[in-house]
């Protein structure tokens, strides 16, 4: 059995958790395969909103095993309040929550490291969430990382000690100030670590493969976005995994061989939270409407996000460099009321027209070349099939399908599971 694969294609808060949540149905294990607690997975029904940022979003469906893969790092302390705000809800975790021994930690001083550079940066800062999810890479790159199956030894707090040692260290290399009681943050890291053993780990890449022979039907769960991608993002304001299809393979050791579809997500227009170049970017009151409408502040920082208008030239890019083979498209909702919509077709790059993703989408080197089309101004929020939607409204999803040659499979408008269109 193949595993399929759902990831967002933009720079990350397309809307992975609600359709992860909205297809969990279909499958025996979600699994997720990068990244950290600075992604936030919002799933929103029965008139409540959850943000995960760790537990893969399948979590709320029983039956379902919910995996966090090896690619994936964790801070136990957001671990722990992670599982104290879905104690509510009596979720059984005991058999449908696990843990690859492979998964890297975070530890207090990989938050104080991310602090200390980001803040060194000055202007020239990447818009880092301060989650500590960079220097954790860096250590597990370094080969100097502690993992999940380290505690499950004795000797995991002499690792420890030595690697926050060298961490305190590093701090002294920045020339900033940054305050901290590292003996109260450590109180807080080793309780948490106890609620972490007690989670049930497995040797994940196993597991998921005798998952594939006894025919289990497995989602991989992406976070962020391609766009954000370390390798092929907008380097350097990019996060530290690799959110493309292939950090899936690395991310739970599912050889390439064995990814079947492979869903992704896109906004109706496009975000971004933090730095870094974003072409279509709008600075009028389109895009503070856009804003206002779709609520866009980051699930994880709180942060307003940039708001603009569809860029097809980098959603193309990240459907061919995933395979994508079907699309999904979010909030179709919020553009209702705009008179007039655009959407950007090719760049202007360094004086020559391109339809491609050059080396840099820098302001200075590309200028966005754009299409319109007449707007629409029913709510379609309601809308229970695809018929019940305007003709400029289809106009605009079969032009992004025609230009992307991927099909548009399911049409979200809004944040509920059940605003969710079937095509």
């Known amino acids: 059995m193949a595993v399929d694969l759902l990831l967002g294609l933009q720079w990350g808060d397309e809307g992975k958790g609600k359709i992860v949540d909205v297809i969990t149905q279909k499958y025996d294990i979600v699994a997720r395969f990068q990244g950290g607690p600075n992604a936030g997975h919002t799933l929103e029904f029965d008139g409540i909103k959850h943000v995960l940022h760790t537990i893969p979003s399948g979590i709320f469906h029983k039956g379902i095993v919910n995996l966090v893969g090896n690619g994936v790092v964790i801070d136990p302390v957001i671990f722990k309040k992670e599982l104290e705000k879905l104690a509510p809800f009596q979720i059984e975790m005991k058999d449908h929550l696990l843990i690859s021994r492979k998964a890297h930690l975070i530890l207090p001083t990989h938050r104080l490291l991310d602090a200390a550079s980001e803040a060194s940066k000055g202007k020239a800062k990447i818009g880092s969430t301060l989650k500590g999810i960079g220097p954790t890479y860096m250590d597990k790159t370094g080969r100097n990382g502690l993992r999940v199956g380290d505690l499950e030894f ?40 106890e609620v972490l053993r007690n989670i049930q780990t497995v040797d994940s890449e196993q597991y998921l493969i005798n998952a594939m022979e006894r025919d289990k039907k497995i989602l991989a769960e992406g976070a962020q976005g391609s766009l954000l991608d370390i390798d092929f993002g907008t380097y350097p304001f990019v996060t530290s995994s690799n959110t493309t299809a292939a950090g899936a393979c690395t991310g739970l050791g599912v050889a390439p061989n064995k990814i079947g579809e492979v869903f992704g997500i896109f906004k109706a227009y496009a975000t971004r939270v933090g730095s870094g170049p974003f072409p279509t970017e709008l600075f009028d009151d389109d895009g503070v409407k856009m804003g206002k409408i779709g609520n866009e502040f980051g699930a994880t920082t709180g942060r307003p996000r940039r708001c603009g208008w569809l860029d097809l030239v980098a959603l193309k890019y990240a459907v061919q460099i995933n395979g994508v083979t079907q699309l999904i498209m979010m909030k179709g909702d919020v553009l209702s009321g705009f008179a007039k919509l655009k959407v950007c077709t090719a760049y202007n790059y360094k004086g020559e027209k391109i339809t491609h993703l050059p080396y840099s989408i820098e302001k200075e080197y590309v200028t966005p070349e754009y299409i319109s089309f007449d707007g629409w101004k029913e709510d379609i929020s309601k809308a229970k099939n695809y018929h019940d939607f305007p003709d400029t409204f289809k106009q605009y999803v079969d032009f992004i399908e025609d230009y992307l040659k991927t099909p548009i499979s399911i049409v979200s408008v809004g944040p509920d599971r059940t605003q969710t269109v079937i095509r």
């Open 154 to 193: 004795k000797d995991w707090k002499q690792k420890y000690r030595a690697l926050a040692l060298k961490h305190q260290e590093m701090l002294a290399f920045f020339n900033v100030e940054i305050q901290y009681d590292l003996k109260e943050l450590e109180e807080e890291f080793f309780e948490a670590v």
